[in-house]
């Protein structure tokens, strides 16, 4: 790839089009914001806290390393020998009717998907930094029902919507080094500035820190479920943004030079880390006030509030801000799987289309901003918003990322990916034995799960 600078529109060097990273940091840092989002800050540690703590947090770390790390690392392998967006990889890599092309169109039609309604929920946690200014004020119940009374409001939700995709649509649009990467190293060292702090606070200025600790590292195998296994499994999947195209187009970025397997490591762990500094940070004021650690998916935008009228704006604002910034290091990601299709297969410019493909996005998602528009699904009427993440978690993203696994382990050349894998050494070998016979039945029963379908399982 050339490393000569990016135009940002047409120019006479196909690869200056596309771009590349202009850093090995600039890509840690885009890949690690990839990964990180509401998944992190909401998801982990609502999930830790029903399935019981430490003995979960455990079995996620295994989860990770055989299943997110490996499936990573194929992912990354495919985008960066092919120089390519998803649909135009498996195409490159294996022959111009490739079937397999239509694991990169899965991909591109979850990104479209997802941050369609992602960008409502991010949208949600920009409101509430406002929220958070004003005080949150009232009797429990009171400050819980402000998030109930924010989500049937369609004329709010449609204007945080507007503002979220606003925001991914002009970063994306400065190109992968002038846009996302720029950005990524102003919005991640901020993150994980605000982050440590909120930990620091709540480990050294609350009485709930050592409790947290304890709740996150002391396991107690006792309240280990087969749920909890699979939740584990299955989030440790979804967490790194896989299955959805995102780390194949920001790896056909990559520089030949840079290590697949020590920037996948290092991308694994921050997000890890970071998720653990997330829970340690949310228990401590979660068992300070002596609160349900166990509250379920409402944890951040209803029980959180009750306790920040307790310790002040000081603490919620900062949170929240923190909230949207992982959703919206997210959200360019997925635009941008989006985007890299439109640029390497129709020849579009960079500009033109960002702007289309995210206003489509935009008016896709309203369906999802507004809560009142339901649909028969699964028995019952439900918004679209539910249908449409019910139907990439639990169909699109473990297909994705399925198929990629077989597609990496069986189909794709060996010399393509020793090439880039950089040996035929033990770790390559141990890499291809876990993408074969490992990965794949662990992302196939995500998929069981999720549809629950698996036959020892009381669903």
Known sequence: MSNGSETGGLTENKQSIRGNWGSRMGFILAATGSAIGLGNIWKFPYITGVY?????????????????????????IIGRRSKKNPVGAFKALHKPRSPWQATGWLGVASGFVILSFYSVVAGWAMAYIFKSLAGFSGTGQQIQSQFGTLVAHPSASIMWHTIFMVLCIGIVIGGVQRGIERWSKILMPTLFAILLALMAYGVFYTHGGPRALEFLFKPDFSKLSAEAVLSALGHAFFTLSLGMGAMLTYGSYMRRDESITRDAITVSALDTIIALIAGVAIYSLVFNFDMDPAA??????????????????WVSVPFFILLTFAALTSG???????????????????????????????????????????????????????????ISTNYMLPVGGFLTCLFAAWVMKESDRVAEFGSRGPLYKGLIFVLRYVTPVAVFIVLLHGLELLPFMDY
Not at 62 to 76: F, K, N, Q
Not at 296 to 313: D, R, Y
Not at 348 to 368: D, E, N, V
């Open 296 to 313: 379920g998916p409402g944890l951040i935008f209803q029980t959180l509030p009750v306790l920040f009228a307790k310790t002040g704006p």
């Open 332 to 390: 360019i990601s997925l635009l941008e799987v989006v985007v890299a299709y439109f640029i390497d297969e129709r020849g579009w410019s960079r500009k033109k289309t960002t702007l289309i493909l995210g206003t489509a996005i935009y008016l896709f998602g309203l369906l999802s901003a507004i809560a009142s528009l339901t649909i028969p699904f699964r028995g019952r009427d439900q918004g679209f918003f539910d249908v449409f993440d019910f």
């Open 52 to 76: 019981g703590g430490a003995a979960f947090v455990l079995v996620y770390l295994v989860c990770v390393v055989i299943v997110g790390l490996p499936l990573m690392m194929a992912e990354l």
